[in-house]
């Protein structure tokens, strides 16, 4: 008798199960190759402002390759639920109509309802809505016509595959972009791309080629899963036994726990002081996971923590406080002046774009022209990387809190902000936005805390030269707002207005001919420039009208361009501009005392002499004798307080780190304190955590 031939597929199961081992062993492989192609891409990005030793590049390598295989591994759950859902039980009476009239009642409640996911996401909504149609008529052609059902599973495992792969490269490029942006893997930004999907997939149509790109990927997707499933029919010529199902089942069960553990685990590798040592060694994935199950953050679950007591007490003694009052007076002896205020928070307009902060690149010639004439803000700091973060604090004068936004938050309605103060003096407060409002909640909050509203909805089409995803350019936004004042001003009181402009974002596109980068590069530079261009035709044209004298503008941008940095919280990327501007009325001059952002509108209301009753955090930092030069900046998680030369952090798990800060110029050293500074960590905690305090009396 001949003797068999070893081979392997003898040792595989001509069955389902085998597809599945085989399909996992594939999906890992896969998943490896491109995370670690990815991890190569992101370290020779520009946005990774750092080197590693050898050893740290085997950490990040090393531990990198575990935590894909881990994320695999759990992402695997579908490929196991078609091995599961396979057999021919499921169609028969009555549980194949029991099935097919779930997927119809499914598509039925997600069709003609408003259901949580309409309220969370409608794409996600309508991505559900086709899924249970689709279920319903494929479950109901195989449960009325058997002869396709075998066929009909091989073209399904077919599809799924392809799925996986074309997930897997959409997401390698999706990081890609999201890392060459901010510097970061996917976080709490990533989170909120989905609930806004219109302006998010219009941003990245207008930012990048997006169709050739998609083709490429479809196509590349296409030949990997022809390779990977050309051979797998022969394991649809079985049924899957129930005795497979559950011993398949309980190992990739099994291994599911010990991923999950594991990428748990791995997370103690990502405490470095190195930003991206723990960035490049994470998962994309399950960042973005953490991410979202981490968007509201309770500070005292989370953090470091004072007794109620000391917090209030400190809190009283900063703000002079009376007790018993949950607010403290602020007066002046010079008579009340009610200027009409103008405040224009730009987008994304760091310091180190203008000539006056050592840019030698010329963008912004207007702005630096205007400083000249201006009160400006040398050591002026954003208190966030986001624009609802700079909206807040401008409208709350309030520090930044864990998670999201206040403005992002429910119940944000009827707060005590600058519109309140301005409307109790007989002020017109609005909000003016060039994109629509919807956007990051901002209608819901300003419209709940007595702005009216005014977006591009309000823009008359006929005047609306250019336009891109996020709204109308720079100059429609002032346009429509120089038309608003003159409004404004027959209404003999006195005004108010907060504009936000849109123009410096991706996709960095504007008007042609109007600076001297073209449009079609599709630059930050070029979008700064036309920022630039903007702000200087806007006084200009304001300058010419009745309204001009009696008005007092600022100028302020909401975040710094990137927030990327070695360290957590890289000062030199919250270190933002902003000018006073008020011919006759305010000074040149320029202020290099240390300014947070949450202090601008407190010192605007100072120099107009207004009094009232005070509960914002923010001060006027040339009349209150308790000012004390500091900066609250954060992430989304964590919170730093930097007072004298020390920076204090506070992070999730109630943990904290402090530094010692070396400023040469506009360029910081963060220098880890060996021993810890009590005071700054007191006055932090404090802080933050009297931010959750419904009242601060006792």
């Not at 403005?407 to 003016?432: A, C, M």
């Not at 957590?568 to 990327?573: H, I, S, T």
């Not at 009590?678 to 959750?692: F, G, N, R, V």
């Amino acid at each position: 008798m001949a003797k068999e031939s070893f081979s392997l597929k003898k040792l595989m199961p001509s069955s389902k199960a085998g597809m599945f081992l085989k399909g996992l062993g594939n999906i890992l492989l896969l998943f490896i190759v491109i995370g670690l192609i990815v991890r190569i891409l992101f370290l020779f990005n520009s946005q990774t402002a750092t080197s590693f030793t050898m050893l740290e590049q085997l950490e990040i390598f090393g531990l990198g390759m575990i935590n894909d295989v881990a994320m695999a591994i759990i992402l695997n759950v579908f490929l196991w639920l078609s091995l599961i859902g396979v057999g021919e039980r499921k169609y028969k009476f009555p549980f194949g109509y029991f099935i097919l009239g779930f997927f119809i009642l499914s598509w039925i409640y997600l069709t003609f309802t408003n259901t949580v996911f309409h309220e969370y996401n409608k794409s996600l909504a309508r991505i559900l809505k086709y899924l249970a149609l689709y279920k319903s008529i494929s479950f109901g052609l195989r449960l009325f016509i058997p002869s396709i059902r075998q066929k009909w599973s091989y073209i399904s495992y077919v599809v799924l595959i392809f799925v996986y792969v074309l997930a897997m490269l959409t997401n390698a490029v999706s990081e890609y972009f999201f890392w060459d942006e901010f510097g970061l893997r996917y976080n709490f930004i990533a989170v909120d791309y989905l609930v806004y999907t219109h302006e998010v997939i219009g941003n990245i149509l207008e930012s990048y080629s997006i169709i050739p790109l998609l083709l490429v990927l479809i196509t590349v997707a296409a030949v990997i899963t022809f390779f990977m499933v050309r051979k797998d029919s022969v394991f649809f010529r079985e049924t899957v036994s129930f005795k497979t199902k559950a011993s398949v089942s309980i190992a990739y069960l099994v291994l599911v726990g010990g991923s999950m553990w594991l990428v748990n685990a791995t997370k103690y590798f990502q405490n470095n002081q190195d930003v991206f040592l723990n960035e490049l060694q994470a998962n994309g994935i399950f960042k973005f996971y953490e991410a979202f199950k981490s968007s509201a953050l309770d500070y005292d679950t989370f953090y470091l923590t004072l007794g109620i007591h000391d917090v209030k007490s400190f809190i009283k003694g900063r703000y002079n406080c009376e007790e018993g009052a949950d607010s403290y007076p602020i007066t002046y002896m010079q008579p009340e002046v009610h200027k009409n205020i103008v405040l224009i928070t730009v987008e994304s307009l760091s310091a180190d774009f203008l000539a006056h902060f050592g840019n030698t690149d010329h963008l912004t010639p207007r702005l630096d022209s205007l400083i000249q004439h201006s009160l400006v803000f040398n050591n002026l700091y954003a208190t966030g990387n986001r624009t609802v973060r700079g909206l807040e604090a401008l409208t709350l004068s309030l520090p930044p809190s864990p998670g999201e936004s206040i403005i992002k938050r429910p119940d944000n309605s009827n707060l005590f902000s600058v519109g309140k103060v301005l409307k109790e003096k007989g002020y017109t407060v609005q909000y003016i936005y060039g994109g629509d409002s919807y956007f990051d909640n901002m209608g819901t909050f300003f419209s709940g805390n007595g702005y009216e509203i005014i977006d591009s909805k309000d823009i008359d089409k006929k005047k609306i030269t250019y336009q891109n995803v996020w709204g109308v350019c720079d100059e429609d936004l002032y346009t429509k707002a120089l038309e608003v004042f003159d409004d404004n001003e027959k209404l003999n009181k006195p005004f108010f207005s907060h504009l936000m402009t849109v123009s410096n974002h991706r996709p960095f596109t504007y008007p042609s001919g109007k600076v001297s980068i073209s449009p079609e590069t599709k630059t930050r530079s070029g979008a700064v420039e036309y920022t630039d261009y903007a702000i200087g035709d806007f006084i200009e044209r304001a300058k010419s009208l009745s309204w001009f004298e009696n008005t007092i503008f600022i100028v302020v941008a909401d975040h710094c361009a990137s927030s990327a940095g070695k360290v957590e919280l890289p000062l030199d990327k919250y270190h933002i501009p902003a000018l006073i501007y008020a011919p006759g009325f305010v000074e040149p001059q320029e202020v290099n005392t240390r300014v947070s952002q949450i202090d601008i509108m407190p010192t605007v209301l100072g120099m107009l002499n207004l009094n009232y009753e005070s509960q914002f955090y923010g001060m006027d930092i040339f009349h209150n004798v308790n000012y004390n030069p500091r900066a609250f900046i954060a992430t989304y998680q964590d919170l730093g307080y930097w007072s004298g030369d020390i920076l204090t952090v506070l992070s999730p798990v109630k943990r904290n780190r402090q530094f010692q800060i070396i400023q040469n110029g506009f360029m910081f050293e963060e220098i880890p304190l060996k021993t810890e500074h009590e005071e700054s960590l007191d006055d932090a905690i404090s802080y933050y955590q009297s931010l959750e305090l419904k009242e601060w009396e006792e």
